[in-house]
């Protein structure tokens, strides 16, 4: 199985501050992608990051990939009460085939 | 607005009785998916079609079936609920050849 870990598993900090969550995976990639989920609800694309890209930025989002270590980190600087959430790292297979494999997400929550 | 609906939001059923979900979207998108997500884990991807083509993953149970009628309604099949089959199921959609996921809110299943 290609599934990703992430850590940490949890992770509680001051609104303000930044906040980074790493990911790992196992075999080769097309692509690695973040997204998060509201309590209850389904998953958003936030960005990806193509496996010939080292680091990516979107708004407040800044993402690494390091395909040596088969790993990637997503920072949010500026946390707001808004960002509370999981987030989960998803991988598409080398071969681009459109399937994700999902990791356990990190469940942040931001400390107003 | 373009969206992926999936009704009901929250489903209860007894054990061993047959339930449908069911997933619609207005993206006109080809590819259609459904996970199983179980508390604080990882979403497990059940199958997914590409238009009507079919694709089954390997450990996905032979309790679950899935219809897809038309581009836009796809239904997910649990012929007889167990208690371990308690979960949110998320339907999503992508482009043929596309990277991102579109996800709807989910239905929450519970089993009695």
């Known amino acids: 199985s290609q599934q990703g870990e992430e850590d940490p598993q949890a992770l509680s900090i001051q609104e303000g501050e930044n906040a980074t969550m790493n990911c790992s995976y196992k075999t080769s990639i097309n692509n690695l992608q973040w997204y998060r989920q509201n309590s209850g609800r389904g998953l958003v694309h936030l960005i990806l990051?193509?496996?010939?890209?080292r680091e990516k930025h979107s708004g407040r989002l800044r993402v690494t990939l390091d395909t040596s270590k088969k790993s990637s980190s997503l920072l949010i600087t500026a946390s707001r009460a808004a960002d509370t959430a999981s987030y989960f790292c998803a991988t598409e297979g080398h071969f681009g085939n459109e399937k994700l494999t999902f990791g356990t997400g990190t469940r942040l929550t931001i400390i107003p | 607005d373009a969206m992926v609906i999936q009704n009901p939001r929250y489903q209860v059923t007894q054990f061993g009785k047959p339930v449908t979900l069911s997933c619609s979207q207005t993206l006109n998108h080809n590819v259609m998916y459904w996970y199983q997500q179980k508390s604080s884990q990882a979403p497990k991807l059940l199958f997914h079609y590409y238009d009507k083509d079919f694709n089954n993953e390997a450990d996905t149970p032979d309790n679950f079936q899935s219809r897809r009628p038309n581009t836009s309604f796809c239904f997910l099949d649990i012929r007889s609920p167990g208690l371990g089959d308690a979960a949110m199921y998320l339907c999503?959609?992508?482009?043929?050849?596309?990277?991102?996921?579109?996800f709807g809110p989910g239905t929450r299943l519970l089993v009695l």
């Open positions: 999503a959609t992508s482009e043929v050849g596309g990277e991102t996921q579109y």
């Open positions: 990051i193509r496996s010939n890209e």
